[in-house]
Each structure stands twice: as structure tokens, then as C-alpha cells.
């Protein structure tokens, strides 16, 4: 009867721990294991269950049924930031346990709780048994991610099924020898070989198969016939010099982001030594994804009117969305939709300047916000300015007012396009963000010496800037002067700090999540903001040039000697709340909708809520850096 009622309580174990991850993946074995050495103990309300003041844990706990409360314990008091809940399947404390050193928070039972109790030995020997759990233990977040991407992908698995997805890496992609010839070869040699190939581009390599240039057909028409090329003169002579080209080892989706970045239709694929292993087309991709990534690009360079470009705007959506449902991660996803969506503002530009004689005239256009930092989602209105330089003896006014017009002119065809006017007026047709260089660091210098909650406001927004159309260099020249002259601006630093933990994570205390009367989580205000307020004024303090979240994050970690690690668990949850938001928002919603990052966190599996969770205790590291770091 006794090995009857043991083998009772281990099955109710099993089948219990089969409900959660990481339990529901580990291996037989080691579940069985796990599930023989499970006791259960009773906690009641406000006992306390683990304390750094008893030591090194003797046994590692998982939440059978109830809360338990976590609560940082030490001199520095932010209460706010150190409280969560644990509820049934979540197990504690992983790095005390791990380390065989006394935890650094105190567990308390906030109602009548049973927990599951290892002991500490065999934890242990739980981790050096189960490549499984010892993931979870390493990389908590990041394995909770992936099992969130996979559990994703299945959910599309019919579609998958049908088609290679676009993380298929470039080395399977290419097939074959590509086309290759030397840069003394003769272009009519070239050609014909092109011809009798049946290729659209033919390669120009050294003597160690390392590529030096490209010919593509599309260039024959401009270079060679019409420009009346000698075509017994050398195919070097013709070439595109230093082509695009990206390893082996990247995806699909990175030679679609180059080609919509760079707006190119072929990319050269190189081995780790750079030699040329073969050519990716366009129509390459096309064959993996059916959505139209060829169409949408043709459709943008090749607009002639603002109805093309709006088609061309729904249709990118619609590929995010399928990206979305093959598992493409949120950062690249991102970049995905920026990158197309800078395309189509630059042809918007195009288009515009016909109409507007601006001959003569230099400028840039600058996108701010969202945009400004590659972070763009399926909504987002404009956010956009422009800087144009002054040569000795022009009048600023009079360069001002032909501008100006034009810009307007762009902002209504971009809402045209989907992107809704600005409410705040934050536009390149407001007279007061169409600047000079010097007008723009005179508004940036006035935020930063006086620092009232306009200026902070102003600069949550105007500092993640970067150039969509001109020369680059003139926005590189302002980016460089903000670093130089916010690094040492203690005070301003130290008030953005202060604003940026007006918004704590929302967690609770009792309950996993604090919600708004109507249930939900606005993970723009209380999610992605947390992350890039923070990430901005530590690049500001350390002088990074990046204004992307995650390369402000990872550039500022290097240099402040944060771990890989732990800037990456950061990084890890940032992209998660990345990642609702863009589920969250469909195809027929309107763009910048109140309610497209709004998520009910009771509509989440449990494995989105538990990772959901972790990313909010991420934020609050991130909060809690900056708490210590300014004593606030």
C-alpha cells in the first residue's frame, strides 16, 4: 500500500509539472526524477518561507497552488520596484540555489499556499541531467522565448508546411556554381556567357574567388547600350564596385531587409573567408515567400502617384503580419517595416520634388519617435522634421519658406498613405522643425540647460533622431554634438531619470498584473516606453551614436561593464512586449488606433503570461539601475 500511495503522489506531481514549462519539455527521465524527490508543504498566510537570514536554501520551491510573494530585501528603499508574485508552476529562488548562497529576497505566502520543495543537492543534480532545465536556470527568458516563438510557428504550421520561411539560411538558398568571370574579361564575353547561362547577373571576382563587383541585366540598358559602352573593353570598366553581400549563415530575411534597405535585386553570398559561394535574387525570395516582397518593392520604386504608394503601404503590413505568423522575431520585424517604410517616404520625397522647385536647395528629412529608432510597429502616426544647412550669404527665411511648402506636401500624401498627421503638430511642415543646424542645436541646447517637463517631454521624442532622405553626415554632425554636450549634464540626465520612473512596471503585488478598469495593459505606455527611456539616458550618458533601443542598450552595457547576459535577458524582454504589441494589431486597423497596444493578459497562454512577466521584471532592473545610479 505504501509503494501504491509513493507512486500516487508522483504521478500527481508528474501530471502536475506536465502543465508547466519548462517541465512540460524535460526529458523522461528527468521528470521522473524530479517527481520522485517532490515534497509537498503546507505554508499559511504571511509565513514567511524563505529569508536571506536563513541562510543558503536548503531546498528549491515550486508553487503548487496559491501566491507567494517575492520581496527585495537591503538598505535601498524601492518598494515599488521589488515585490512580484509567483503563482502555481513557478519556482524559486533559481540563483540562490544555483550559487549555494543566501537569497537575496524574502518569500512570503500572501494567502494559504502548498509549494513542492527539492532538495538543494538534488537540484544540482536536476541541471547536469537535464539540458532542459538547465537552460531555464541559465537563460530563464530567453528559453521562455523561444518555446513562445515555436508554440507561435505552430500554431501556423499548415502554412509552414507549404513554404520555406524566411529564416531559411542564405547557404541553403544558393545552388550550384554561381556565374563568375574576371575583371579583364572583355563585357561582350561577359554577356554572351550572361546569355547562354540564362542568368540575370554575372559576378566579378579576384584570383581568390573574393568578389570585387556585379553586372546585373537591369544595369545593361543604362551603362552599356544606351551609354554606347565599347564592349570590348573590360567588364570592370562597368561594374557596380563593392556589392552587396552578407554570409552563409544569414536568413532570407536579412537579404530581404538589405535589398529593401538598399534597394538592390541581387546579393552576393560569401563563405567565413569572403569567397563567393553565390548569388540571391529577388526572385529567390519570392519563391520562399509568397507574400509579395518583390511586388511590394517594384511597387514602391516604381510609383508614379500617391494611390500606388498606398496600396504599396497596406501590402507591407499584410507581409509583417505574415512574418509575424512564421515566428520572425520582433527586432527584425521592426527593422523590416522600417526599412520599407523608409522606402516609401523616399519616394513620397521623389515624387513630391518634382512638383517643388527646390534646385539648389540641400536638406535633410528627419524621422523622429519610433521611426527615428527602427522600432516601428503596424501603427504609429508621423514624427518627422527637417534640417537644412545655410551657406555664407542665403537668408534662412527665404530657404524656410520654399521648403516648407514642400513638406507639407509630404506630410499629406504620407497620411494618405496610412500615417495619420501628427496631433502634436510634430511635422517638417510645422515652421518650428523645419531648422538649420544651428537652430536645431540651439532648441536641444535650451531642453538640456533648462530641463522643465516640456523640455523632457521634448526630448523623449526630438532625441531619437536619424536621416530617411539627404546626406547622412549633416545628421551624424547633430548626433555628435548632443553626445558631447549631454554627457556631462549631470542635472538633465538625472531629470530624465526622474521622469523616466514616473511609470513603474505593471506589476502586482497580489495579482500577476495591475490592469485598467477595462482589464487590459497599454504596452506601449507601461512595456516598450520602460525600455527606451531607459536605454536613451544611458547612451546619452556613455555617448552612443545608435538610436535604436536594443544598440543603445548593448553599446551602453559595454562600456558601463554590464554582462553580456544580463544586458541580453533586458534586451530579451524588450522584444517580447515588441512582440504583443505587433500581434496585437490586425490588418483593418487603423494606424495609430488607441486601442492597437492594448493586450488582456487573461486572453495570454500561460506561457505568453509567465514571459510577459519576466519582461516586466526586466524593465525594472532596467529601473532599478537608473534609480541607483541618479539616487533617486
Excluded at 536571506?52 to 530585501?73: D, L, S
Amino acid at each position: 500500500m505504501a509503494n501504491s500511495a509513493t507512486e500516487m503522489l508522483v504521478g500527481a506531481s508528474s501530471d502536475f509539472l506536465r502543465r508547466f514549462s519548462p517541465f512540460n519539455r524535460m526529458e523522461p527521465e528527468a521528470l521522473e526524477f524530479l517527481s520522485s524527490r517532490l515534497t509537498l508543504a503546507f505554508h499559511p498566510r504571511d509565513a514567511a518561507i524563505l529569508t536571506p537570514e536563513m541562510g543558503p536554501p536548503r531546498y528549491f520551491y515550486i508553487v503548487q497552488r496559491g501566491k507567494v510573494q517575492a520581496r527585495q530585501t537591503g538598505g535601498v528603499a524601492v518598494t515599488e520596484y521589488a515585490s512580484l508574485s509567483l503563482g502555481p508552476g513557478e519556482g524559486f529562488p533559481i540563483g540562490a540555489v544555483s550559487a549555494q548562497r543566501p537569497a537575496t529576497n524574502q518569500y512570503v505566502a500572501v494567502e494559504d499556499c502548498f509549494c513542492y520543495q527539492l532538495d538543494a543537492d538534488d537540484f544540482l543534480r536536476l541541471m547536469q541531467m537535464s539540458p532542459v532545465f538547465h537552460l531555464h536556470c541559465t537563460q530563464y527568458i530567453a528559453s521562455l522565448l523561444n518555446q513562445s516563438r515555436q508554440q507561435l510557428q505552430t500554431t501556423f504550421a499548415q502554412r509552414a508546411s507549404e513554404q520555406q520561411t524566411m529564416t531559411t539560411l542564405l547557404g541553403q538558398i544558393v545552388k550550384g556554381e554561381p556565374f563568375v568571370v574576371a575583371p579583364e574579361t572583355a563585357t561582350r564575353a561577359a554577356l554572351e556567357k550572361m546569355h547562354e547561362a540564362r542568368v540575370g547577373s554575372v559576378v566579378i571576382t579576384d584570383d581568390d574567388k573574393r568578389p570585387i563587383g556585379i553586372l546585373t541585366q537591369s544595369d545593361i540598358l543604362g551603362r552599356v547600350l544606351l551609354a554606347g559602352f565599347d564592349l570590348a573593353r573590360p567588364i570592370r570598366e562597368v561594374m557596380t564596385t563593392q556589392p552587396h553581400q552578407l554570409s552563409t549563415t544569414s536568413s532570407a530575411y536579412d537579404a530581404a531587409l538589405a535589398m529593401a534597405t538598399h534597394g538592390v535585386r541581387h546579393l552576393l553570398v560569401v563563405d567565413g573567408e569572403g569567397r563567393l559561394k553565390g548569388v540571391v535574387s529577388e526572385r529567390d525570395l519570392f519563391s520562399l515567400q509568397r507574400i509579395g516582397l518583390g511586388q511590394i518593392r517594384a511597387s514602391i520604386e516604381g510609383a508614379v502617384d500617391v494611390p500606388t504608394l498606398k496600396h504599396a503601404s497596406r501590402d507591407i503590413r499584410q507581409l509583417a503580419l505574415n512574418l509575424i505568423a512564421q515566428g520572425i522575431g520582433a527586432e527584425q520585424l521592426t527593422q523590416f517595416i522600417s526599412a520599407l517604410n523608409d522606402a516609401l517616404t523616399r519616394r513620397i520625397i521623389d515624387l513630391s520634388l518634382d512638383r517643388f522647385d527646390l534646385h539648389g536647395v540641400e536638406f535633410v528629412w528627419l524621422a523622429f519617435g519610433s521611426e527615428g529608432r527602427h522600432e516601428q510597429t503596424l501603427s504609429t502616426d508621423q514624427d518627422n522634421g527637417i534640417l537644412f544647412p545655410v551657406a555664407k550669404g542665403e537668408d534662412p527665411e527665404t530657404l524656410r519658406g520654399r521648403l516648407l511648402p514642400f513638406a507639407r506636401s509630404v506630410n499629406e500624401d504620407l497620411a494618405a498613405c496610412g500615417f495619420p498627421l501628427c496631433k502634436g503638430n510634430i511635422m517638417a511642415s510645422n515652421p518650428e522643425l523645419c531648422l538649420t543646424p544651428e537652430e536645431w542645436r540651439q532648441r536641444f541646447a535650451k531642453w538640456i540647460r533648462e530641463p522643465d517637463p516640456q523640455a523632457l517631454l521634448n526630448s523623449t521624442i526630438f532625441f531619437d533622431f536619424r536621416v530617411i532622405y539627404g546626406p547622412e553626415r549633416l545628421g551624424d554632425q547633430l548626433r555628435s554634438w548632443l553626445n558631447e554636450n549631454t554627457r556631462n549634464s549631470t542635472t538633465f540626465l538625472r531629470m530624465m531619470a526622474a521622469n523616466a520612473l514616473d511609470v513603474a512596471p505593471p506589476l502586482g503585488r497580489i495579482r500577476d498584473f495591475v490592469v485598467a478598469d477595462d482589464g487590459t495593459i497599454d504596452l506601449k505606455i507601461y512595456g516598450a516606453r520602460l525600455f527606451v527611456d531607459a536605454a536613451r539616458i544611458l547612451s546619452l550618458r556613455v555617448g552612443v551614436d545608435s538610436s535604436s533601443t536594443v544598440h543603445r542598450l548593448r553599446q551602453a552595457a559595454t562600456k558601463l561593464g554590464v554582462s553580456a547576459e544580463e544586458v541580453q535577458a533586458i534586451i530579451d524582454g524588450f522584444h517580447f512586449i515588441q512582440l504583443l504589441r505587433l500581434r496585437a494589431q490586425h490588418l483593418e486597423t487603423e494606424h495609430d488606433s488607441p486601442t492597437d497596444n492594448r493586450i488582456n493578459p487573461d486572453t495570454l497562454n500561460e506561457l505568453d503570461r509567465r514571459i510577459l512577466k519576466e519582461a516586466f521584471r526586466q524593465a525594472r532592473k532596467l529601473q532599478l539601475r537608473l534609480k541607483m545610479d541618479y539616487q533617486l
